[in-house]
């Protein structure tokens, strides 16, 4: 079992950039891939970015390719995530989450561990 807390959200302006890290607790974090998510009020959760246990895979949804880095030390338990020229679209709550699947996983229902949450507020 992993439990994850997320971290490093805030109110910016549009072009800034922010780091969210997410911590996670336990020995075994090296053995999760993990993801970001956000979710917009009134909005669905989707999908942002993953990176597999090793690292040595990322993936992004297209809508923030480009912009958003994910990364990982897994000496240090934290999966990061660097947000650059940040818009208000890109206004939600962002989410990491583990998955101890074998396969990428890009939905919500594939990960089994979520932390609580940092808010991103962009202002235009």
């Known amino acids: 079992q992993v439990q994850l807390v997320e971290s490093g959200g805030g109110l910016v302006q549009a072009g800034a950039s922010l780091r969210l890290s997410c911590a996670a607790s336990?020995?075994?974090?090296?053995?999760?891939?993990m993801g970001w998510f956000r979710q917009a009020l009134g909005k669905e959760r989707e999908f942002v970015a993953y990176?597999?246990?090793?690292?040595?895979?990322?993936y992004y949804a297209d809508s923030v390719k480009g912009r958003f880095t994910i990364s990982r030390d897994n000496a240090k338990n934290t999966v990061y995530l660097q947000i650059n020229s940040l818009e208000p679209e890109d206004t939600a709550v962002y989410y990491c989450a583990a998955s101890s699947g074998i396969l990428r996983v890009t939905t919500a229902p594939g990960y089994g561990y979520w932390g609580q949450g940092t808010q991103v507020t962009v202002s235009s």
């Open positions: 990176i597999s246990r090793s690292g040595g895979d990322t």
């Open positions: 336990g020995r075994t974090f090296s053995r999760y891939d």
